[in-house]
């Protein structure tokens, strides 16, 4: 089933140029409509599908809650006593003996049960059994955070991803399930809801654009390889899908019903959700390879792609395989408990159709990451680029303005203290006469000479 996933690939901000959308026309529009007329002639219209007392189910349903609990009916025994909610003995009580021992369930007072109800006689303990717990409260709370993780993560796009997995849902009950049961065929119907679930998953989720388109045409295609391989190979292993369940179904319905071809159905609709991750994964690499450089060729982006989807397929195959494997744990347990070989494990009918499942959806998945790259690079070549937004250069480091320091006003000069020699005359054949500074005027000023020694008197004349 497609499965909502939020991938924030931008998938729509580039429009097409005209040769991209001519192709895609091209490519897309055949299939679609094969899709939509395929899902028309497979619906049972004017089919009413007859269910519950009128195919031999005499069994109803019946809610109740245990009100005791006593283990004493006997060994391995315990006597639970539960009031009905609903039914024709709504609010009665009855005492029913279940089964105790390992592995059988354990009643509390309190909890809410679900009967089996045989329509004999309402106020009579011999017709109910119990057969489940109500479990429908904590499914929904669990459902409630599941939206709210995906809303709070992806915002607008989980709440389209929320969009795209109730539609499949639509998808799955109002269409695949009931023309199946009407008797057409499993495999074709797999494939026309795999289509229809393909084109409103992908398109609501990421946007209508040429990726997506791209993304859809890749899906399709693997969906197509699968079909056919797992038709191949289950004919060359002899697999005839008829496991327990299968033959209930079948008994029940008193009609035809090709099992192989409900065994396919299961592989596709198992491999759809994990082919959407791969698709669109693959389909945006490319893409933003193609914008990095626009001077790649159709074989550059082709070989650069895959170099991508190798790191991808590894993960991809793994989660398949163990979501297979999880699903048949308990029938690989008890077969190994009959002390049978490896290879008569693997290779027993019911083992066999989950590894025949597992392969066919692994190779699909596999054959995803080439055609789905080799798909987007042919389209991307075509593209017209736009120009990546410029990234917002980082702000130069701001020169911090010169902080305004006020200056002490100079000290007006002293008036220059005239100092000299009064007895130096000026000479005028020097030039126009300047006051001289204080050391020039002294170094300038000539050795004034000494004057004359007086003799001393002798006394004598």
């Not at 409630?144 to 993780?149: I, K, R, Y």
């Not at 989980?158 to 499993?186: D, E, K, T």
């Amino acid at each position: 089933m497609g499965h909502g996933h939020g991938h924030s690939h931008a998938l729509n901000d580039e429009p097409a140029s005209e040769r991209v959308r001519t192709l895609l026309m091209w490519l897309l529009v055949p299939l679609a409509l094969a899709t939509i007329v395929g899902a028309a002639l497979l619906y049972p219209f004017g089919h009413e599908q007859k269910t519950g007392a009128d195919i031999g189910l005499h069994q109803k349903p019946v809610e109740a809650v245990v009100t005791g609990v006593q283990a004493n009916c006997g060994e391995k025994c315990v006597a639970v006593t539960v009031k009905m909610t609903d039914g024709d003995a709504s609010g009665q009580s009855v005492t029913i003996p279940s089964v105790d021992g390992p592995g059988a369930p354990r009643f509390q007072v309190g909890d809410e049960v679900v009967l089996s109800y045989s329509g004999s006689q309402p106020q009579a303990a011999e017709s109910y059994q119990i057969v489940d717990f109500q479990r429908g409260w904590s499914l929904v709370v669990l459902a409630l955070l599941f939206a709210a993780a995906v809303l709070l993560l992806g915002r607008w796009q989980g709440l389209a991803a929320l969009g795209a997995l109730l539609l499949s849902f639509v998808v799955l009950v109002l269409f695949i399930m009931p023309s199946i049961l009407a008797g057409q065929n499993p495999l074709m119907v797999a494939v026309a809801g795999a289509g229809l679930i393909m084109f409103v998953v992908l398109y609501l989720t990421h946007g209508i654009s040429a990726r997506t388109s791209t993304a859809v045409l890749g899906t399709l295609v693997s969906l197509a390889l699968i079909g056919v391989l797992g038709a191949l190979f289950s004919a060359l292993s002899r697999l005839t899908g008829l496991d327990e369940d299968t033959i209930n179904l079948v008994t029940v319905l008193g009609t035809g019903i090709d099992t192989r071809g409900l065994l396919l159905a299961g592989t596709l609709i198992g491999a759809l959700g994990v082919l959407d991750d791969v698709t669109v994964t693959q389909t945006s690499a490319v893409w933003e390879l193609r914008r990095a450089n626009d001077e790649l060729t159709w074989r550059e982006l082709f070989a650069a792609g895959s170099r991508i989807g190798r790191d991808h397929m590894s993960s991809v195959v793994n989660t398949l395989v163990m979501a297979y494997a999880g699903a048949a744990l308990p029938l690989l347990l008890a077969i190994s408990l009959a002390g049978r070989s490896m290879g008569e494990i693997l290779t027993a009918q019911q083992i066999a159709q989950e590894i025949v499942r597992t392969l066919v959806g692994s190779i699909g998945l596999v054959a995803a990451i080439p055609v789905t790259t080799a798909l987007a690079a042919l389209v991307a070549v075509r593209q017209e680029v736009a120009p990546a937004s410029p990234q917002p250069s980082e702000p130069e480091p701001s020169t911090p303005e010169p902080k305004t320091v006020k200056r002490a006003r100079p000290a007006k000069p002293r008036p220059t203290r005239f100092e000299g020699d009064l007895f130096t005359g000026y000479d005028p054949d020097k030039g126009p006469w300047e006051r001289p500074s204080e050391p020039r005027a002294r170094r300038a000023a000539p050795a004034r000479p000494a004057p004359p020694a007086r003799r001393r008197s002798s006394g004598s004349p």
